[in-house]
C-alpha cells in the first residue's frame, strides 16, 4: 500500500516543486535527436525537453500514477514510448541514442553501475548522458550522517540511497565525465538535497576539455 500508493504521491509532488522544476529545466536544454530516459517515474521532465528532441524512450520497471503519466504523455510535442523494464537491462540495439537522462534515479537503481554500462553502449559515437541527482556529500560529517540513516532511507524511500557518489558511478561504468556541478540544493536538507548535475560523453569520444565545478551554473 505505502510502496504503490502512498509513496509514489508523496514523491510527485516533492519533485514537482519550483526548485525541482527550476533544477531539471537547467539540465535538458542540451537534450536532442532520439533521447533514452532511465526511470521515468511520472513523467516530470517532459515539459522541460526543448524542441530539438525528435523522440523519448523511456525505461521503468514500476507501472504507477498512470493517470497522472498519461496526461504528461498527451502534451509532449514529441513521441514517448515507455517500457516497464530495468535500465540494468536495456532492450535497445547498440549506439541507438543521440542523449540519454537521468533524474533522480541512479539512487534507487539495485545495480547504478550495470545501468550507467547500458546507458553508454546504447549512446551513439558523441552521445551524451545527461544526469541531475542527489548523493553523497563532501562533507565529512554531512556524509557520515548519510551513512547512519542510509538504512532508514532505504526503507521510508522505497529503495532510495542517500550516500552514492554519483561521479564515480558515472566513472566506473566507462563514461567520461564533461562537466560536473556540485551544489546543496537551497531549502532541503543537505542529507538529501546533496547535488550532482552534470554531462558525460559515451566512451571513446574525448569530450571537450572542461573542468569540473564545485559550483552551480
Same mark, same amino acid.
Given at each position: ?50 524542441? $530539438? ?22 502534451? %509532449? ?17 547498440? %549506439? $541507438? ?7 533522480? $534515479?541512479?539512487? $534507487? ?5 550495470? %545501468? ?67 551544489? %546543496? ?33
Amino acid at each position: 500500500m505505502y510502496a504503490t500508493y502512498i509513496f509514489p504521491r508523496l514523491m510527485d509532488w516533492v519533485l514537482r516543486g519550483q526548485r525541482f522544476q527550476t533544477e531539471r529545466h537547467r539540465l535538458l536544454t542540451s537534450a536532442h535527436g532520439m533521447v533514452l530516459e532511465i526511470g521515468f517515474g511520472s513523467g516530470l521532465n517532459l515539459p522541460h525537453y526543448p524542441g $530539438t528532441v525528435t523522440a523519448l524512450h523511456a525505461v521503468d520497471p514500476a507501472p504507477l500514477l498512470l493517470d497522472r503519466v498519461a496526461r504528461r504523455v498527451a502534451r %509532449a510535442p514529441f513521441p514517448v514510448h515507455i517500457q516497464r523494464v530495468r535500465a540494468e537491462r536495456l532492450p535497445y540495439s547498440h %549506439a $541507438t541514442f543521440d542523449c540519454a537522462v537521468s533524474t533522480f $534515479t541512479l539512487c $534507487t537503481i539495485p545495480d547504478p553501475v550495470m %545501468a550507467l554500462c547500458e546507458v553508454q553502449r546504447v549512446l551513439k559515437p558523441g552521445g551524451r548522458f545527461l544526469f541531475l541527482e542527489h548523493g553523497r556529500s563532501d562533507d565529512s560529517a554531512i556524509a557520515r550522517w548519510q551513512d547512519r540513516l542510509n538504512p532508514f532511507q532505504n526503507w521510508v524511500g522505497c529503495g532510495c540511497h542517500l550516500n552514492r557518489r554519483i561521479d564515480q558511478l558515472v566513472s566506473e561504468a566507462g563514461l567520461q565525465l564533461d562537466h560536473m556541478n556540485r551544489y %546543496a540544493l537551497p531549502g532541503v536538507p543537505r542529507i538529501i538535497g546533496e547535488m550532482y548535475r552534470g554531462v558525460a560523453a559515451r566512451n571513446g569520444q574525448p569530450p571537450p576539455s572542461k573542468p569540473v565545478s564545485q559550483a552551480p551554473s
